[in-house]
């Protein structure tokens, strides 16, 4: 029996896709050893404008997080739970993005962009992984701007060295227990001839859409402990945030208020971006999905997101630009030596 899938060809190159996964099959009846890579549908006068774009969005990320994060470590007036905390995030983001959008470069440029079912489930597992890491990380960021606004007297004793890493530790556990729980109901599941993932890397959803036998538990489980470890750190958020929002009504002066409030700008610009994008893509009824729309809500937590946090939080706090100001000083000094 041929390899049939039903694919809406746009251009020529998604034809050639289709051509190219039918040969895999023909004269052969043994299962092909990895998954066809849909990626992004542009036409070929459009994929070097897409390479450039995001290869400048990647090294942006890449350059970004690391000097946040070398501006952290080499400025001790930044050594506090805030700061560590979003070392620990900017270290998140640079793998995060190093996850999927390397592969989708080399997917731009190839014309046969295939993954192996090893490459597939390893890159699905660090991309759970870090989306559950980066959403616990905002959450653990959240109740440090409550226990500075709220508590600061107790700051020092509730923001201990050793609860900060347990904040850090703990998620790292949980995420991978997550992760692995997963990819091992999923790696049960038979794959069908159909291997033509609709994305540019290997998420949950769309690969659970090629199994050929019932998936009712995989989903299931995304709805169940999925949603319990997205919506949970996401309320304790919420909840972080209504107790901030009270404690800066009780502040007497209009400016004392706008100053207590302004040093959250930066976390909640970054909350939204996060969570916005995700609910778009894992929470929106299954009579909804669109290929297409979890293509842009994608793009937008996998490269926007990470590519935009170090600015968000540079441009926003005087201490973070002045600690990169010295750390660029410092670079330069040693160049022109």
């Known amino acids: 029996m041929g390899f049939c899938v039903m694919l809406p060809f746009n251009d020529e190159d998604e034809f050639s896709l289709f051509r190219y996964s039918r040969t895999m099959h023909q004269g052969n009846r043994t299962a092909i050893s990895g998954f066809i890579l849909l990626g992004l549908t542009v036409g070929s006068e459009q994929q070097l404008l897409l390479f450039t774009l995001f290869l400048c969005m990647y090294l942006v990320t890449m350059v970004g997080n690391s000097l946040i994060i070398l501006a952290i470590i080499t400025d001790t007036h930044l050594y506090s739970p805030m700061y560590f905390f979003l070392a620990n995030l900017s270290f998140t983001d640079i793998c995060f993005t190093t996850t999927t ?4 470069l080399a997917d731009i440029q190839s014309q046969n962009p295939t993954i192996s079912f090893v ?8 991309f759970m992984f870090l989306v559950d890491l ?3 990380l905002l959450a653990a960021m959240a109740y440090d701007r409550y226990i500075a606004i709220c508590h600061p007297l107790h700051y020092a004793a509730l923001l201990s060295p050793k609860r900060c890493a347990l904040l850090v530790v703990v998620p790292w556990v949980i995420s991978n227990l997550v992760s692995v729980l997963h990819l091992s109901l999923l790696s049960r599941l038979p ?3 159909q291997r033509v993932i609709p994305h540019f890397f290997c998420d949950l959803e769309p690969v659970l859409r090629l199994a050929c036998s019932d998936t009712q538990i995989n989903n299931l489980l995304i709805l169940v402990v999925g949603g319990t470890v997205i919506f949970i750190p996401f309320v304790f958020i919420l909840v972080s945030y209504a107790l901030i929002g009270t404690a800066v009504l009780n502040v007497p ?3 004392g208020k706008w100053k207590t409030f302004s040093t959250c700008g930066s976390h909640l610009s970054a909350v939204s971006l996060f969570y916005g994008s995700i609910v778009g893509v894992y929470f929106l009824p299954a ?3 669109s290929a297409e729309r979890d293509k842009v809500a994608a793009i937008m937590y996998t490269v926007v997101t990470p590519m935009m946090n170090p600015f968000i939080y540079s441009l926003r706090n005087k201490d973070m630009k002045r600690a990169l100001r010295r750390l660029l000083s ?6 022109s030596w």
């Open 191 to 193: 794959f069908c001839d």
């Open 134 to 136: 980066d959403n616990f």
């Open 119 to 126: 490459g597939c489930f390893t890159q699905m597992y660090f």
């Open 287 to 289: 009579s909804s999905y």
């Open 253 to 255: 002066s209009v400016k």
């Open 101 to 104: 959008v390397p592969k989708m």
């Open 330 to 335: 410092k670079k330069s000094l040693i160049c």
